[in-house]
Every structure is written in structure tokens, then in C-alpha cells.
């Protein structure tokens, strides 16, 4: 499962210390969706409670996730559920029907408050009494998808120590803004670089939106390089074919890893002839280079 980077005194320690870089959404009701989740190999699965499940579907989609948490069609995932939004007649039995043995976090969507997120913080934590959890053990990730929500990510992203990840989502954020969402997503540029930067400074995950268009492999592609540049560490997914772009993005490619070990090496070869700051093709290489080398290296040994 995926750890959370080291906050504190500018102590991050990894650029991409995660197993959580892909995340597929499967509607909670829909059943027959569970059966090929292991073939497909995401990362995690966020069991959705929210925006797939119409209200008339929302118990049967509680009892159907409760059945699988735990069972053979989940080992091996990390396992999400997103329940519908602090403040909803659904929030307190979504939280009281999931929380058991199985599940690894819960992501809570349209966050704006941390006192939202401190609820959430007390409601799991009398779920995790119940159901006989250890206490903190339920990790929270707040999607933050309003305007007020990512100009507040930093603080919502210290709310609570359960915070895993903070994620971004991009549909609810544009219509919140007012704006279309456009394939070329000027529109999300600055508010995911906000969500990523807030969630390294507080030393969580930071997630990003999915890609909509299904058919779009290459639009996939792009965005989720964007992403991992901005500083995002793992993207959801909404189809499982998105799933191997995804890890593949955000797993350090051969050349990186390559080129990581040269820099390490001609570095640590130069201090030993009393030079700090060297060369290496054509490039200066100094103190910053061989930290980032270090931590690439590191994710990919996570
Ligand atoms: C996800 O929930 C989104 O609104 O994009
Ligand atoms: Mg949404």
C-alpha cells in the first residue's frame, strides 16, 4: 500500500515513494465490475458510492461493497471507497456500512472545510471502534473539486494525521468555476499544480482527476505526464485500459533509472577527488541532482 511522504522540517524523502499510481473507479452497485479487477491490475480500487451510484442504488451499493471487502476479488488491491460528501443524509451510513476489515481508506468528496474533514476524522474513528479496526488505521483522502476546496488544499491536506493523499477532481472543479473543460486543460493547469504543492508541503500523496475521453490513449498519456510533472504521484482512472498508460507514467522508465545511477556515480567519484560540482554530458551536476537521483532511485526500490 501506498506510505505517505515524510512531512516535517522539509523532510520529504521521496519524489515518488507510492504504490498508489493508478486508481480505477468501479460503481459501487454494479457487481459484475468486480469480477476482472484483479486481471486489470490497477493499484487500488475506489469503490463508488457518489456520482455512479443514483440514490435509489445507494444501499444496495453499500451492501455489495461491504460483501466484497475482504473477499478474493479485492486481495492484492488497495481498496478505496468514495462515499458521498460530508453533510449528505448518505455520509454517516456510507462511513458505518464500510468500515470493516479490508479497506484501506476512504476518499470524501466536494471537501471545503477541515472541520468537514475533523467529522469525517470522528465518524471513522467510532466505525473503526465497531468494527473492531485498529484506530487511525482507515486512511482519508479529500478530493477537493470546488474552487474554495483547492484554494484551501494545504490546510485541508494537514487536517487531519489520517490524510493519505489529496486528490483533484476535475469535473466538479470546472463546473464550479464556471468554465468548460477543455483536452488541452488550461483550465486545470493551475489549480492541480496548487493541489500537488499544497500536498507536498503537508507530506501527502497527491492524485490526480481522470482523463474522461475512453478512446483517447494519447490525450491520456499527455495529461498523466503533465501530472506527474506538475508533482502529482498517481492519477484515478475510469476505464481499465487506462490503467497500464498510468503505471507506466508514473514508474521511473530504465533511462531515468540509468541515468540516475551515472549521476550518483560521476558525483560520488568527484567528491572523492575533493570536487563538488561536475559535469556529466555536457550537464552541471550538483548537490539538488544527486538528491533527486537518490529519490528516484528509492521510489523505484518502494
Ligand atoms: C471527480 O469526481 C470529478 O468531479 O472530476
Ligand atoms: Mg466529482
Excluded at 471502534?129 to 484551501?152: C, D, H, K, Q
Excluded at 567528491?271 to 548537490?287: E, F, K, M, N, P
Aim: proline share 5%; charged share 25%; aromatic share 4%.
Amino acid at each position: 500500500m501506498g506510505q505517505a511522504i515524510a512531512g516535517g522540517c522539509g523532510g520529504a524523502t521521496s519524489i515518488m515513494a507510492s504504490m498508489l499510481r493508478s486508481l480505477l473507479f468501479v460503481p459501487g452497485h454494479q457487481a459484475r465490475f468486480y469480477e476482472k479487477l484483479a486481471k486489470f491490475r490497477p493499484d487500488a480500487v475506489i469503490l463508488d458510492l457518489e456520482d455512479a451510484v443514483p440514490p435509489a442504488e445507494k444501499a444496495s451499493a453499500r451492501a455489495i461493497i461491504r460483501e466484497h471487502l475482504n473477499g478474493p476479488l479485492l486481495a492484492g488491491l488497495g481498496v478505496f471507497v468514495r462515499v458521498n460528501a460530508c453533510g449528505l443524509p448518505f455520509f454517516r451510513d456510507d462511513l458505518r456500512t464500510v468500515v470493516a476489515a479490508g479497506l484501506d481508506g476512504i476518499f470524501v468528496p466536494k471537501v471545503e472545510s477541515a472541520e468537514a474533514l475533523r467529522e469525517a476524522n470522528m465518524v471513522l474513528a467510532q466505525a473503526e471502534v465497531r468494527a473492531e479496526l485498529r484506530m487511525g488505521s482507515v486512511r482519508l483522502i479529500p478530493i477537493l473539486e470546488t474552487v474554495s476546496g483547492v484554494l484551501r488544499a494545504e490546510a485541508l491536506a494537514r487536517a487531519t494525521p489520517r490524510i493519505q493523499a489529496i486528490a483533484f477532481g476535475a469535473e466538479d472543479f470546472t463546473l464550479d468555476l464556471g468554465v468548460e473543460r477543455t483536452r488541452d486543460g488550461l483550465e486545470t493547469r493551475y489549480p492541480r499544480a496548487h493541489v500537488a504543492m499544497a500536498a507536498r508541503a503537508a507530506g501527502v500523496l497527491a492524485l490526480d482527476t481522470p482523463w474522461t475521453d475512453m478512446a483517447d490513449g494519447e490525450g491520456l498519456r499527455r495529461e498523466a505526464r503533465e501530472a506527474r510533472q506538475l508533482g502529482f504521484t498517481g492519477k484515478a482512472a475510469i476505464h481499465p485500459d487506462q490503467i497500464p498508460t498510468i503505471n507506466d507514467v508514473f514508474t521511473p522508465s530504465d533511462s531515468e533509472l540509468e541515468h540516475a545511477r551515472r549521476v550518483i556515480a560521476s558525483y560520488e567519484e568527484a567528491v572523492t577527488r575533493g570536487t563538488g560540482a561536475i559535469s556529466l554530458d555536457g550537464q552541471l551536476i550538483d548537490v539538488p541532482m544527486v538528491e533527486r537521483a537518490r529519490r528516484l532511485l528509492d521510489s523505484a526500490d518502494a
